[in-house]
């Protein structure tokens, strides 16, 4: 079964940058879509970005031209780089790989953002 692994998570302060990798056992071409979710404290999870096996992007509003999802087949990864971060992208980021419609996840990452 294929396995997940984030890595990259910390704490930074407000405005500052990090960047998370998501590695596949599997590699990548397995999947149809590759994404990051976060989920807050007492909140649900939600997508941040989304890109296909063709590289179509998809990201929430929020964070819409500060956050930047990539990936490298030749590597079995893929990043999610997040620039100007805030107190508001405080969460436990998830790597996610579809194929077809069954989800599969990573284990999480820790990102805070202090003030």
């Known amino acids: 079964q294929v396995r997940l692994v984030e890595s990259g998570g910390g704490l930074v302060q407000s405005g500052g940058s990090l960047r998370l990798s998501c590695r596949s056992s599997?590699?990548?071409?397995?999947?149809?879509?590759m994404g990051w979710y976060r989920q807050a404290p007492g909140k649900q999870r939600e997508l941040v970005a989304m890109i296909t096996s063709a590289g179509t992007t998809n990201y929430a509003d929020a964070v819409k031209g500060r956050f930047t999802i990539e990936k490298d087949n030749t590597k079995d990864m893929w990043y999610l780089q997040m620039n100007n971060l805030n107190i508001e992208d405080t969460a436990v980021y998830y790597c996610n790989g579809r194929i077809g419609v069954i989800d599969r996840w990573g284990q999480g990452t820790q990102v805070t953002v202090s003030s």
């Open positions: 599997m590699g990548t071409a397995i999947f149809n879509g």
